[in-house]
């Protein structure tokens, strides 16, 4: 038997890393490999309260689900991004990236 | 300390590890094959929850797809196979404190909730998640609404990707 | 299928039909009209269907058909939506299919599908004809509408709107439709958009029923906050009724029920245009004739009468509304009759008779006669639609005419037609059969016996507007016979009225239709006296029964019989022996002006509301306030305040601000900027940083707040 | 319970006593049965495989017009183990500049992917790994984890035609994807559940009677998965020397081979589960759980036999070709067969066996005919096309 706590604290650690990742990392895409973890310690959050919660009540999966659609929708349109401005102004350094400045 | 249990914490460790390795290794592209043992490992926790469906829709779309996705986006934006220099920035210690603060704070406030430590009401055998979990979805009085907008935004998304990264010459 | 399922699916038809039409199939007009056609023909099957189930189901006014699902959820309730068919609505429910279905008919014929596209002609203009040329010799025939997908487009829409209102359970869907129907009526009276009459005619009916509708709608507002709901049903359950009653409210004394309905009314005088704001309707002629039948004689102008009748028990609550009620509808009557008598063109005429046919049923429902208002609500429909139809096709013949010789008249004006009846046959006919029933003919017409039963309901009680009404129904007879007279009957006064034609299948065959209807929808509701008890008075007893108590049967009586049979046939005869003779506009002695010019309302308004804000924005407040108050204390401390100001300049400003403090501060600032700019470095992850940095901090302050329990 | 009936469960009570016997943990022994039970089922597999790979060599012999295999032993069949001796003795190259974890890691993934799918096939209605009740995403989870191995390898072993095989298969895998999971919903909406042992067990009548086009589909979507040809994109002798793998030498490369040998039998196998009954044969299944593993690895030779049929009798199909095939082509066709089906199953529930056969059967015939109709059209204007082009401006978002 797994107390709560354990999954709380994994999905809080993860979501940590995944925050210095995206504050740290110099390249884009690393930025999004961060956001995919902080996303997927939502999903832990999400599936363990629905398991530690009344489990015939659907409504942590089901946003899980939404999460996983979401994270394709934001990898998807993020990817593309990278490689246009990687296109244009070939580099993914997002500090290199900074023309919204002065 | 049941044979769960100790499941879960190699699974914890493996994740928690390769979540460091993706955050800090200076080759992207192990960064991205650490990233997919993390999300291999968050499949195993969700087996052990019993959510075998999203495990498995986990391994999927997850490594299927977005961590393939990624390994393609950083094949494509570069010009060779090493990157050089450090890969995090000047502030980056900054960031781990900002970071441990999260983390910090997150399991502060979360210790002092009553049901912290519950323990979870033993699985009904035969109990048809899937099914449920599909009704769910479709339902009106349930999700319907929702999922018809995440399909939406899947569909919005996939076509201002072609878009944006649409190469005109 | 369930009947309800059925209900529920009738406006469908209509609204696909407008989406298709209007997102794919507009390049194609026979497509167009193909689809909008077979969506009314739809809506016509399934009313139809309704229709014949609701007179096969007896205690339909006990438990009619009803159906609701929740919409909007509020607080701890939801706003339901729903259907409801009871014996009302299934009454106006038969008219409004019948209608509609024969008036998208006729609209293929009148926008001259078939015909060549014209010569000049542009979208927002009505055609202006093409120039054929057969072996040589050319000559003009009607060219097809620019617009033409697009007119049916807006009628599916409208038809939605129509049905919608007249099945829904709660006035949150019937204000819905509502809305639908006026947003309609303006893009259709101003569907020929560069005419400036047409643009200005919309824009009027918007703004005039918009008056009401805003009075309606608060009126709705307060129903929902007196008892909660808004579904017909639970607002006439008994008690609710009585706590409505009795609650007073501070206008004017009257209860609640009271003012709920008067407000309700005004909403109804907007929308089926009764006294004060009745000026937009004459103007919504400018719109195409099929808009006019439709819109404006047959369906539209129906629905508020509808909802009045529909909120009868409520209304009938309060003595004062009924009264006031009656008096508007009585005196509307009379006085667009009046005005109607003096009207030359066709279609006006034909307007303001449809104003006082309004009034008619207002007052009718004033005096608290449900089934007559009802009554006349439908037959008058069907006879009216034929009328408008009948004066389309009449217009149509004419500007075939027009066209064909290029005589330049007016193709709307009567004193250019006259003995048409040999020209156009079944126009003739069926338009003398629409109006001997406007005009209430004995014992064959619709009008006839709707229009007595009004009478004869009036009679006991409400003196005053029976007489009224009575005057108003002469009149109403001797200007339909003025317009007979002058349209078909006499020689041919112009060489266009003489190249005038039949109009083609598709415009006769409604005419055929409605004066079938124009004649037979009188005879469901014969009073009991007349047969002598031989033929039960079906229509009373069916609609009287969507009533908490069936009310009863008007007593015999022979004054209001016998004025009702003057007034028709008094009324005919003058007006033809008067107009036999009278050839051009200035031998009619009724042209006096202040008939022509409709007792000068629109100048009214003008000088009333439209003169004063012009005023009240040009002289007082631009001239007045802001040129002379405003202008002038600003010169004056302008001035004041130069001499002040170049004086603590010369000695002051100069040395001690612009030098010292002014370079000081610009010099400060650079230097501030300078310093503060590397902050917005255009990093994103530094900016996230900051803010995350920030966002810790005060949810620490915060917690820690909370934990001292500084705030809670 | 003996031996003949439920032969696993009987060895498995066995050792579990025998273990606790000597004092084992009962987890442990659990653990340790399961263990077991893998070990055996994978060695299985891989002996399979090794004669896999004596099979596929006759069977291209035959095709060619040769002899195949036919010194080592009789009829060849040591061959194989002559192979394996010959990798294992290769010396073993890493290309300069290579990533070496990965490039070591690939070729274990890629034979993993394959075993891991036989964990849930039901051999026999006792004789399975796991009973997953989400069978039919599981086979597509493990296929994510091939395509995966490919990526690895590709871009481990620094070299540009790899690479380039690398992106073609993973783009051909992500295509074909879509419409294989598309055909498998058929089967699982017919036995409404997507557990392979339902599936199976469900199949009186077996679903290629049922829903033809989809077995059809479902096996032009698998060889393509496979990277076989007319679909081998990934290893075009002729183009990119031999895609992903054109490094790997000695056993590294022999894991591969054993994978994509082992892959299509296992397709074959699942081609057999979904709509060929899997291991039930007319009752024959009931005379014991090895008869109908026998035949369920039967059908799946069969399976595996069609798919070498194709291999050797097709040419190779251009990369944008088999794409637009994919997406133009079986995608829309295998969505429309789903609708269908669903709506067919959904009005014909309640008729009886016959009327639901036939009506099921119709149903593809009739989309058969309309897409066969589709395609003849098509052709005729493409071929219209190439005789006189039309020159329009390239469409730009």
Known sequence: ?102 | ?169 | ?712 | MNLWTDPINFIAHWLMALLTSWGLAEWLANFLIQLIGVVVLVSMMMLIDILLVWVERKVVARFQDRLGPNRVGPFGIIQPFADIIKLLIKEDITPDGADRVVYNLAPILSLMSVLLLWAIVPLAPVIFGVDLNVGALYIIATGAIGALSIIMAAWSSNNKYALIGAFRQVAVMVSFEVPMIATMLIPTILASSMSMGVIVHSQNVWYVVIAPLAAIIFMITAIAELGRSPFDMNEAESEIVAGFHIEYTGMKFGLFYAGELMHAFTFGGFWAILFFGGYRLFGLENLGPIVAAGILLAKALLGYWVIMWVKYTMMRIRIDNMLSFSWKFLTPLAFVLLMATALMNAILRGASSGIYIAGMFLTNVVIGWIVIEILRRESKRSRVMIEKPIHRAVARP
């Open chain 2, 1 to 169: 300390m049941t044979i769960m249990q100790i499941i879960f914490l190699v699974v914890g460790a493996v994740i928690l590890g390769s979540a460091l390795m993706v955050v800090t290794t200076g080759n992207l592209i192990h960064a991205a094959l650490w990233l997919i043992v993390t999300l291999f490992g968050v499949a195993v926790l969700y087996a052990l929850l019993n959510a075998s469906f999203l495990a498995v829709v986990q391994i999927v779309i997850y490594i299927g797809a977005i961590a393939i996705l990624f390994i393609f986006a950083v094949m494509l934006t570069r010009k060779e196979m090493r990157d050089r220099g450090p890969q995090l920035n000047s502030a980056w210690w900054l960031s781990a404190i900002i970071a441990l603060l999260t983390f910090g704070g997150l399991i502060w406030i979360l210790q002092s909730w009553g049901d912290f430590a519950r323990l979870p009401a033993d699985f009904p055998t035969g109990f048809d998640a899937v099914g449920l979990l599909g009704n769910a979805l479709v339902s009106p009085d349930a999700f319907v609404l929702p999922f018809e907008v995440a399909s939406v935004l899947l569909l919005a998304a996939l076509v201002g990707a072609v878009y944006v990264a649409f190469n005109r010459k």
């Open chain 3, 1 to 712: 299928m369930t009947i309800e399922l059925l209900i529920w699916l009738i406006p469908l038809p209509p609204i696909l039909a407008f989406f298709l039409i209007v997102l794919f199939t507009n390049r194609n007009k026979a497509l167009s009209h193909s689809v909008a056609i077979g969506a009314a023909f739809l809506s016509w099957l399934g009313g139809m269907i309704v229709f014949v189930r609701a007179l096969g189901f007896h205690e339909l006014g006990k438990e009619p058909f009803i159906s609701s699902i929740n919409w909007i959820p509020t607080a701890d309730t939801w706003l339901k939506i729903g259907v409801l068919v009871d014996p009302l609505s299934a009454v106006v429910l038969f008219f409004v299919a019948w209608t509609v279905l024969m008036i998208f008919l006729y609209s293929v014929g009148y926008h001259n599908f078939g015909q060549p596209v014209g010569d000049h002609d542009q979208p927002g203009l009505p055609p202006q004809g093409a120039t054929l040329d057969e072996h040589g010799h050319k000559h003009m025939v009607p060219s097809i509408e620019p617009m033409y997908s697009r007119f049916f487009a807006f009628i599916s829409l409208f038809a939605f709107g129509m049905l919608t209102l007249v099945l829904s359970d709660n006035l949150l869907t019937l204000f819905a439709g509502w809305e639908i129907m006026g947003l309609c009526s303006y893009l259709l009276i101003g569907f020929w958009y560069a005419k400036p009459a047409a643009r200005a005619a919309a824009v009027k009916a918007f703004m005039t029923t918009r008056i009401g509708d805003v009075f309606m709608l608060l009126g709705i507002v307060y129903v929902y906050s007196a008892t909660g709901t808004l579904s017909f049903r639970e607002i006439f359950q008994p008690q609710v009724l009585h706590t409505l009653a009795t609650v007073p409210t501070p206008i004017l004394g009257l209860s609640a029920a009271g003012l709920i309905g008067l407000l309700l009314f005004i909403g109804t005088v907007g929308k089926s245009a009764q006294f004060p704001l009745h000026v937009w309707l004459p103007d919504a002629m400018e719109g195409p004739t099929p808009v006019s039948a439709m819109i404006h004689a047959a369906t539209m102008v129906s629905a508020g009468v509808y909802m009045v009748i529909r909120m009868f028990p409520l209304l009938s609550l309060d003595p004062r509304t009924m009264t006031i009620v009656a008096f508007i509808g009585a005196f509307t009557a009379l006085f667009a009759a009046t005005i109607a008598v003096a009207q030359n063109d066709i279609k006006r005429v034909l307007a303001y008779s449809t104003i006082s046919q309004l009034g008619y049923m207002i007052a009718a429902l004033g005096s608290g006669a449900y089934v007559a208002a009802a009554f006349h609500l439908v037959t008058h429909a069907f006879f009216k639609a034929l009328l408008f139809l009948g004066s389309g096709s009449v217009i149509h013949g004419m500007e075939h005419g027009v066209l064909h010789t290029g005589e330049h008249v007016d193709a709307q004006d009567m004193f250019n037609m006259g003995g048409l009846r040999k020209k156009m046959p079944i126009t003739f006919w069926t338009f003398l059969i629409g109006g001997f029933a406007l005009s209430g003919f004995p014992v064959l017409t619709a009008g006839f016996w709707s229009k007595d039963e009004i009478l004869a309901s009036t009679f006991n009680g409400h003196i005053a507007v029976f007489i009224t009404l009575a005057l108003a129904a002469f009149l109403t007879a001797f200007y339909t016979m003025r317009q007979i007279t002058l349209t078909f009957l006499g020689e041919l006064r112009t060489k266009a009225a003489d190249n005038a034609q039949e109009t083609p299948w598709t415009m006769t065959v409604p005419l055929l239709v409605l004066s079938v209807f124009a004649v037979g929808a009188g005879w469901v509701g014969i009073p009991e006296w007349f047969s002598g008890g031989l033929i039960p008075d079906w229509f009373h007893e069916f609609v009287g029964s969507s009533l908490a108590v069936i009310p009863p049967a008007i007593p015999f009586n022979l004054i209001p019989l016998l004025t009702s049979l003057i007034v028709a046939l008094g009324g005919l005869l003058i007006g033809w022996l008067v107009y036999r003779g009278i050839q051009t506009a200035k031998q009619d002695f009724l042209q006096i002006p202040v008939l022509k010019n409709k007792w000068y309302m629109d100048e009214i308004y003008n000088f009333l509301f439209i003169k004063p804000s012009y005023w009240f924005a040009e002289t007082f407040v631009y001239k007045w306030m802001d040129k002379g108050l405003i202008d002038g204390i600003l010169h004056l401390v302008g001035k004041v305040t130069a001499d002040i100001g170049s004086t603590i300049r010369t000695y002051f400003d100069l040395p001690v601000i612009n030098r010292f403090f002014g370079d000081g501060t610009g010099w400060l600032i650079k230097w501030t900027g300078l310093n503060l700019r590397p902050i917005q470095s255009g990093r994103i992850q530094q900016y996230m940083l900051a803010s995350l940095l920030i966002l810790l901090l005060i949810a620490g302050l915060f917690y820690y707040l909370l934990v001292m329990g500084i705030i809670r």
């Open chain 1, 1 to 102: 038997m797994i107390p709560l706590s354990w999954y709380l604290t994994l999905s809080a650690a993860l979501f940590s890393i995944g925050l210095f990742g995206v504050l740290s990392r110099k390249n884009a895409v690393a930025i999004l490999l961060g956001i995919e973890l902080m996303l997927n310690s939502v999903n832990i959050n999400l599936v363990s309260f629905w398991r530690y919660g009344d489990i015939t009540q659907m409504a942590g999966q089901v946003f899980s689900i939404i999460v996983f659609a979401v994270a394709a929708a934001e990898v998807a349109v993020g990817l593309a991004l990278v490689i246009s401005v990687y296109r244009r102004r070939n580099t993914v350094i997002a500090d290199e990236i900074d023309m919204m400045k002065w």
